[in-house]
């Protein structure tokens, strides 16, 4: 796969490349993607807190129990 970037897209890649943190723009590129999973992770992650916070949760021993319930497992 080939990709054509836009000049000021290059341009922003420059200091990256020279000052020799990347060897390349396919390297510089597999670590940005990587960063914005990361950053998608942590904001999941803050979801999750902002629900607990919130009061948006069950304790898993009550959602444990409605599973078990639900597809005939023995209970506890």
Avoid: H, N
């Avoid at 990709?3 to 723009?25: H, I, K, N, T, W």
């Avoid at 992650?45 to 005939?72: N, S, T, W, Y």
């Amino acid at each position: 796969m080939s990709l054509q970037l836009p000049p000021e897209l290059q341009s922003a890649m420059q200091p990256f490349l020279v000052g020799g943190r990347y060897a390349d723009e396919t390297e510089l590129l597999r670590d940005a993607l990587a960063a914005l999973g990361r950053e998608r992770s942590v904001a999941e992650i803050q979801r999750g807190l902002d629900d607990v916070a919130a009061g948006r949760c069950r304790p898993i021993d009550e959602i444990d129990l409605e599973i078990r319930k639900k597809f005939g497992f023995k209970e506890r």
